[in-house]
């Protein structure tokens, strides 16, 4: 939690700043779609990435312990 507590207060701050432009004419659309990236790419973050990362270091490291048992069998 130490580490994800920055980054959602920074994509809070981020999407909170757009909200003033959605009140525009020219601009609320590409408010809209400013503040819907952020919180997407803030879920990206901290919930899939870490994923991915687990299951791909968790493949090198079972990649290495099979090589290692066959150099030493």
Do not use: N, Y
């Not at 408010?31 to 990206?44: K, N, P, Q, Y």
């Amino acid at each position: 939690m130490r580490r994800a507590r920055p980054v959602i207060l920074t994509a809070l701050a981020a999407a909170l700043a757009f909200i003033p432009l959605t009140l525009s004419v020219f601009w609320s659309s590409l408010a809209f779609v400013l503040i819907g990236g952020v919180l997407v790419g803030t879920v990206l973050t901290l919930l899939f990435l870490p994923a991915l990362c687990s299951m791909v270091l968790g493949r090198e490291k079972t990649k290495i312990v099979e090589t290692s048992h066959i150099t030493a069998g």
